[in-house]
């Protein structure tokens, strides 16, 4: 599976992004797929995930109450909504593919399923 990610930029604190992060080659019902995201200086950490066949979410506690994620199966493609963003997201995001749930994913590894190149949030205060 290869993924696309796309939709990062800078915006002001308080601003909303929609990252997209399109996947092609042999995409199964089984599969999960979610994002992820990297500040400088720290570990890679989980974001949000959801289910292909039955849309079964997850959210991290820190961002739940202001991301949202979605998906499009027909365009094979998953997006996160974000909203009320702060400096401390400020992050590479890179979206993710795997086989099982989407609270599987809460601790997937980068050596484990399928990843897309990333892509830069900037959030200014």
């Known amino acids: 599976v290869q993924l696309q990610a796309s939709g990062g930029g800078l915006v002001q604190a308080g601003g909303s992004l929609r990252l997209s992060c399109k996947a092609s080659?042999?995409?199964?019902?089984?599969?999960?797929m979610g994002w992820f995201r990297q500040a400088p200086g720290k570990e890679r950490e989980f974001v949000a995930a959801i289910s292909r066949s039955d849309s079964r979410i997850v959210h991290a506690d820190t961002v739940k109450d202001r991301f949202a994620i979605s998906r499009d199966n027909a365009r094979n493609t998953v997006f996160l909504q974000m909203n009320a963003l702060k400096p401390e997201d400020t992050a590479v995001y890179y979206c993710?593919?795997?086989?099982?749930?989407?609270?599987?994913?809460?601790?997937?590894?980068?050596?484990?399923?399928?990843w897309g190149q990333g892509t830069q949030v900037t959030v200014s205060s």
């Open positions: 993710a593919v795997q086989f099982g749930s989407p609270r599987a994913m809460m601790t997937m590894t980068p050596s484990s399923g399928s």
């Open positions: 080659g042999r995409i199964f019902s089984s599969f999960s």
